[in-house]
């Protein structure tokens, strides 16, 4: 396994361990729709509200393209999968950190996970004893449910 997929996955295990990365596949899909529209929204607006095929085609398609030709004309299952795991890696790494990093430098230290670490063991233990008991964990088992207001303006739910 290539160091950069060890260390994507360390940062999977890491941010599954507190609790702040689950995937759900239908909110994948949402998302991905979303984003769908997204270019859509800005190849239109970029061509005063109406698009060709060759217009549309490009907003929809412009990375796949773009690894088919940077792959010789033709991309295998293997070339295609490689590319979309480092780029789901990259993203849930872009997130983590985002949550993480506290001093918005774009790293990720010690220093950041204990204070992350610290929020959420505050959100959990909620009658501040310095303890987390069995009742005062989630009832479905998940932490998508405690809000830690973060400092960047972004929802800092557990995920």
Known sequence: MRKTTRL???FVALA????????????ASEKMR??????????????NGSISFDQFSEAMNARLKKL??????KLTVAQLADALEKARFEQMAKRIIA???TKGDGT?????ITSREKKVFAVLDK????KIEKSELPKDGRFGHHRLGGDDGNDD???
């Open 127 to 130: 009658n501040n004893d310095g």
């Open 157 to 159: 739910s557990m995920q």
């Open 8 to 10: 994507a996955l360390a």
């Open 99 to 101: 949550r993480y990093d």
């Open 16 to 27: 599954g361990a507190v609790g702040t990365t689950a995937y759900a596949e239908n909110n």
């Open 108 to 112: 990720l230290t010690s220093d950041d």
């Open 34 to 47: 979303e984003g769908t529209m997204m270019r859509l929204d800005k190849a239109m607006s970029d061509h």
């Open 68 to 73: 088919v030709a940077d792959n010789g004309g």
